[in-house]
């Protein structure tokens, strides 16, 4: 079956859905997206590109971006990140504390937030001017200078973080924190504001899907980086549903609170669902659904 | 570079290797293997196979059968299986009561100690002669009579298993164990002790690297709960080491205590390892190398 | 005030109370009991005794035996006892294995099932007949040699303890159990199966009220034990309302889920309730406020 | 025997006693005190006062405050504080997060930090200038104007109490905190700082003793109050080791980390400790010996 054809029928079925979730709202500026939206977005590694829905309207890509960071970091300290975040599927909601108090300040897997919190405190010991130099590689990889952070977002996110402020004091405590934390959650809650649609965050996670080249083939992650990239995503992408995710959908990929999912299958595709109904473990319901329905029919899955 | 030359090449540097990994004592019967084992077997689906070292010295696949229970409670109950064991990593060691307690007796996976307890209840509901029937079933996949338990090692864990026990009575007062606990045990601890080597390993695990067919191309399993279990082994398959498995080597897998891996990449190869000696996480310390040098120099992952 | 006036005063205001907490079910035999009755009974130290409602009607003492063990198991070992079992409260209802597992097989403190099944082994390898030397170790203290165990509620508890069978199997694989689980459950059972009335019950705890003493003057125990006894009896008798009954009531003491309740005032008084409801915590509703009520109208508590 | 002549044995005992525990040092100003000093003082309720060694050297009674801020914020909003709150033990060391977490934001009482500070946002809404209201509250209890904060202090703990914020904005985002959280914590670090040498901080505490009344008789709490206060002290005054206490000891009492230690015999006595040298669960080591001497010699314990 033609990949046009198949997203639009999963289109068509999930958009008349009875069942859409809940729009986030504990970040006051994400509570104002209508749940009606749903995007598909395909590129193929053999050049070709099928979109459909409201796959042109800029979201908050959210916890999508800490993959982008990950990759960032691994590019600028190596193996030596690892010292300081592990990567196990943490077996709990993306906003627990409890583990990283057990585990002495050590998070789980770059995805949870005290890991992002530990890598944003990386990046800001390499970049120059961390804001300017992380949105300007992401928009290398996509090749797209439109791309942006929502201030509005952002600010929101700041005004009432406060699990992300106890989180970034608690690794603060424990030493697993050099910059400040005020320093290390205004940047934080910039990535998270990145907003793409669809189109923008597949061309983004290409390079996932393409060993580490971006659309234009240019080079931006040595092969043996993606692999370890992808296995996280496989493993921790999906907060406390990582396993459902992975047995129902069977890619790597991450979804973020704003409702949208990306997931590669590497040598093959990336693909990017947006759809701002989380269902209760915090992912996108209709975009867990329509990738599911993707694999299924493809029968193109990692597994 | 040719197969047998890459494994011949791994087993050369590795059996040097002068940290082997602690054999596991916990089952008195498992202690008294030697460290210096190390087999490692390989079966393409092109219909060719590999093998170097120890490969037809037969151990106690302990964990491993897990695997295949879950196969076969699985076409007895389909779907109505996941209302009982969960699929999400559990994020603790394999022996560990806590989060069984705290999700009210629905074990985190099938492959954690509790969740295989269920799927054995669930298997005495359905087979007739339970014990003969599964060893029927292993032998069935893996077309090779030979295969047996090791009854030595069924009584040795019978007799020290407090923390099973313990398990099982916890499932039980939670309602989530139909059989009596003794019944349960017996049968689960006879399964643990099922006796093959490399080959006769990567040979019943073939099934799940072929869609569902094993080596003669018997149809065993249908492709979709295939895909199912492989991303079970990916997320679960190595107790608190899953990601780091997942990270390193990048297949779905499944280690046991008797110092056993097997692995698969759908549609490409299956491949088993031995090696006695375990790392601080239970699992193979060899073995866990053998397949990383083996994903890496041949770059056939999943990620 | 004269003391049976209040202790009549208390049983007239509660008797019509519109709730009186839920009959505990888990033990089936325990969930034959009415929950209408009421009985309060006051031994005071100069000699006096009062009475009010069911005082004479035996009741399960269940987990108030832990205290009587716990006072056998010091008189043969001594501080000993404190390497197998620590004096901290739990902070966790009263069948919670996860503190026991995180702490490595010591549990919390010997009124938690886990701390009471280490006190029975310990009584199991000093005792010559060990559920006939305990009874009689109870009589003598009550000088009433028609205590005895009710042997239905044993046999009932036997069967569906599969909760503290978790427990016992849990602390054999920790290596702090000594004697077969069976044997060491069996015995435990029939410690909590101890039938008394009000009476009864205030008669055999008196000692703890008197500095060693029972009724007649006859020492049991040193002052020095019964200090440290009355401590625990403060900081762990309750559960997880060991706070709240030090808080509202004020005295050392001891619940169980038959409904019944006893507490000291050292030097002063020993009172004991039974009223089979519970409240959600498993402790005695109106047996709580009764004490409630007693220590304010006297104004006579420990702080 | 007499009491100065008892407090000068244990002190003779004690200041020779070659373990002295460890001076707390992640406050950095806590921890520039002088191991070897050691004071007792006692006030007996017939007006008599004793006192030995370093008794009248100041120091930072640290948690001790919680005590007095308890006392305060119960005047101001009575039993409704108790929705915020909890009363039962903690069973963990004073600084965890997981529990607070576990039970969304309630702390399970008023002296581990999160409860203080809970406390301290319930003050900052009844006190006009809450700095200076509550050290006047202090003052007129001890009926000495010389006590005051020590800024030093306050300071040195606000630029590194990290866990301290990081519980703070727990409790914001489950809704338990009104006020900005850096105002709590700046009013939370400068109760902690309140300076009193031993005499200061016996007098403060005789109204526990006393039942509400202060050394001159002037009545600040009813007794009611002061029992439940009492209470919480014996269940929740040692962190991790109130059971311990309770057990050792047998009085209501409160530590902090500066050294100090008062307890109270309610109708009898109010006594305490200075000794800077810390045990592991963060209690004066020879505070808590001294204690334990002086109820054993004068057999003057509540239990």
Redesign the interface.
């Known amino acids: 079956m033609e990949y046009q054809h198949i997203l639009e029928e999963i289109h068509t079925t999930l958009q008349n859905s009875p069942q859409k979730g809940t729009v986030a709202s504990y970040i006051p500026e994400l509570g104002k997206v209508n749940a009606d939206h749903l995007g598909i977005y395909l590129f193929t590694l053999d050049g070709k590109e099928y979109g459909t829905g409201h796959f042109d309207i800029p979201f908050s890509v959210q916890s999508i971006s800490k993959v982008l960071s990950l990759a960032k970091a691994l590019d600028f300290v190596g193996t030596d990140l690892w010292k300081r975040v ?7 909601p993306f906003n ?4 990283l ?2 585990e002495k300040g050590i998070p ?2 770059p995805f949870i937030n005290a890991g992002a919190l530990v890598i944003s405190d990386i990046l800001l010991s390499h970049l120059k001017n961390p804001k300017e130099d992380f949105l300007n590689y992401v928009r290398e990889l996509a090749e797209d200078s439109s791309i942006s952070y929502n201030e509005d977002v952002a600010a929101s996110e700041k005004a009432t973080g ?2 992300n ?6 690794l ?2 424990f030493g697993n924190m050099e910059h400040n ?1 005020e320093d290390v959650l205004d940047f934080y809650f910039y990535q998270c504001s990145l907003s793409m649609n669809c189109r923008q965050l597949a061309r983004t996670f290409y390079v996932f899907a393409n060993s580490g080249k971006n659309v234009s083939g240019k080079t931006f992650l040595p ?2 980086l ?3 990239i ?3 995503m ?3 992408g999906f907060y ?5 995710f ?3 959908v ?1 890619l ?1 990929g991450k979804s973020g609170v704003g409702g949208g999912i990306v997931a590669v299958l ?1 040598g093959n595709y990336c693909i990017s669902t947006w759809a701002p109904g989380l269902n209760e473990k915090g992912n996108s319901l209709l975009g867990m659904q329509a990738l599911e329905m993707f694999t ?1 029919k493809t ?1 193109l ?3």
Do not use: Q, W
Not at 86 to 92: F, L
Not at 240 to 244: S, T
């Open positions: 592990d990567v196990e599927p943490s077996g709990n627990f504390l409890t583990l108090e057990l789980r897997n406060y699990r402020t106890a989180a970034a004091n608690l603060k405590s934390v092969p043996g993606v692999k370890r992808n296995a996280i496989l493993t921790c406390d549903e990582a396993g459902e992975a047995f129902e069977g790597p590497p299924t029968k899955s990692i597994f």
